[in-house]
């Protein structure tokens, strides 16, 4: 390469916590991703998602492995408590597949939902829901969300498999809950995956100097107390 070794930068990059991306369309996802969340990064790599389809699930799922996100099992407290309020048909598991119950009886959506964003296992939230402007179900969807993600600390995100214009009510309300709406299955899961890759190295960094600033307090400590020592240790010998 004329600007230099590809393996390289790919080091430095991962040094600095540095997200790289292969095209345009991941750079804008990335970039709505990680500005919508407004600070608010995962405290952990598990990802819990919920959707109404359960054909989408499993190709999210399969590619999820493609870009390192993590669909954490449910514990099985959850597992218990999501079977109470999901009919008996649904598989109870992570990616949620809530079915329509959840399309037709916004209440079953929101309990599971709520009961997902409660395991401790996931520390980001994601819903996958196809955006077809003006459906009332999606924004009706999406107000439930805005609802449920004030209540918790953990980030959510809002994406859609297909890439089409975006109208403006259904971006406000999810505002209200300060919830990024992403475009295209995998350039949603690619920036969620950076965004779990930077938030451990935000960690890490974090941790890092926690061990240096206790390592000057114990030496600042330490060098109070010699002349002390010292001087006791003098008058002793005198």
Known sequence: SLA???????????????????????????????????????????????????GETALTYDLASEYGVDFPDLSDQTKNQLKEVLPTFAMVGNPLDVTGVGAVHRPTYKKALQLLSEEGKIHLIAIMQNVRPGQKLTLDIAQTVADVAKENQKPFVFYTNLSRGINDPLLEKLKKGNIPLLQGTRESLNAISSLITYSRFLRQRQSKQDSVNDFRIAFDNLSDRLPAEKATLGESHS
């Open 4 to 54: 230099g070794s590809d393996s390289v930068q790919d080091a430095l990059f991962k040094q600095k916590g540095v997200s790289r991306v292969s095209d345009l369309d991941d750079l804008l996802e990335a970039g709505e991703l990680f500005s919508g969340l407004h600070g608010r990064y995962p405290r952990g790599s598990g990802v819990g998602l919920i959707t109404l389809s359960g």
